[in-house]
């Protein structure tokens, strides 16, 4: 039997504020971010939903932020590739 062992998620405006980046920008770089990644969308009543991560998707999302701190072109050019 399959048990989950998530027992808490972070939503995306509180990591914005813990790491000190803007909540549109990592938006845009979680963007790539599956669930295997610690990414999930939690809906509520009245909600459009809101991306949140579990402890092993705030350090997924970490090591994306120094990806593209490192080589800022990296996310335009994913912005412009029309898949």
Do not use: C
């Not at 845009?28 to 949140?52: C, H, R, T």
């Not at 999302?61 to 590739?81: A, C, G, H, Q, V």
């Amino acid at each position: 039997m399959h048990v989950n062992k998530v027992h808490h998620v972070t939503t995306i405006n509180r990591v914005a504020e813990q790491l000190g980046e803007d909540e549109d920008w990592l938006r845009d770089v979680a963007s790539e971010m599956e669930i295997e990644d610690g990414v999930i969308w939690v809906y509520g009543v009245g909600e459009d939903g809101v991306l949140a991560f579990t402890d092993f998707g705030i350090e997924s999302l970490i090591e994306l932020i120094r990806m593209y701190k490192d080589n800022p072109t990296l996310l335009m050019l994913r912005r412009s590739d029309p898949q």
